[in-house]
Nanobody, 122 residues
């Protein structure tokens, strides 16, 4: 059974940092595209960052230069380092895994985690 478990969320002040982790079990992550999405209250879920099996990354314009996605294939874990956090980054953050496609579109992913909450106060 495939399972993605996110961790590392929390509450920080604007300008602070957090590192999210997503551990995959029951699934070989090395040949898989991994993504991070987020959903703020009253808004649609949006793609934040993506990393493919070759390590190439993509980011939403709103987080470029502040967020970094990385993966450790040996640990089947993907990370999202978030720096210079802003109140508008407040959302539930979800990890996703899939075979590939348009990285920012939810149908490109087959498996989803339950989410971890990130709250940024001003």
């Amino acid at each position: 059974q495939v399972r993605l478990v996110e961790s590392g969320g929390g509450s920080v002040q604007a300008g602070g940092s957090l590192r999210l982790s997503c551990a995959a079990t029951g699934y070989s992550g090395s040949s898989t595209c991994m993504g991070w999405f987020r959903q703020a209250p009253g808004k649609d879920r949006e793609g934040v960052a993506h990393i493919d099996s070759d390590g190439e990354t993509s980011y939403a314009d709103s987080v470029k230069g502040r967020f970094t996605i990385s993966r450790d294939n040996a640990k089947n874990t993907v990370y999202l380092q978030m720096n210079s956090l802003k109140p508008e980054d407040t959302a539930m953050y979800y990890c996703a895994a899939g075979p590939g496609g348009v990285w920012s579109r939810e149908p490109s992913y087959k498996y989803w985690g339950q989410g971890t909450q990130v709250t940024v106060s001003s």
